[in-house]
Nanobody, 123 residues
Framework: QVQLVESGGGLVQAGDSLRLSCAAS????????MGWFRQAPGNEREFVAG????????VYADSVKGRFTISRDNAKNTVHLQMNSLKPDDTAVYYC????????????????WGEGTTVTVSS
């Protein structure tokens, strides 16, 4: 069992940066690929970024490539999402997720979800 708790959301202006964190409980954290997803009002949840269990491989949605960076610290059971050059279109609830493979992460076939943290970007 893995429990995920996100933090770091808030209200920022366009062009600002924000760093989201996800704290995981459970001794199996390092066996999971981790991902960040987001859901804007009226939209479906979408993939944002993923990282392999050892942190060697990363993958990003085209909409955030070059602006967002995902990282993890297996010693601290945490995963982060550094978001730079934020745009109003980035406004959404951001979710942390754990999945068995990178392919499953990208497809949203995850084993565990966090409760989400809200990011609002004003123009």
């Amino acid at each position: 069992q893995v429990q995920l708790v996100e933090s770091g959301g808030g209200l920022v202006q366009a062009g600002d940066s924000l760093r989201l964190s996800c704290a995981a409980s459970g001794r199996t954290f390092s066996s999971y690929c981790m991902g960040w997803f987001r859901q804007a009002p009226g939209n479906e949840r979408e993939f944002v970024a993923g990282i392999s269990n050892r942190g060697i491989s990363t993958v990003y949605a085209d909409s955030v490539k070059g602006r967002f960076t995902i990282s993890r610290d297996n010693a601290k059971n945490t995963v982060h999402l550094q978001m730079n050059s934020l745009k109003p279109d980035d406004t959404a609830v951001y979710y942390c997720a754990a999945a068995p493979t990178m392919a499953a992460t990208r497809e949203g076939n995850v084993d565990y979800w966090g409760e989400g943290t809200t990011v609002t970007v004003s123009s």
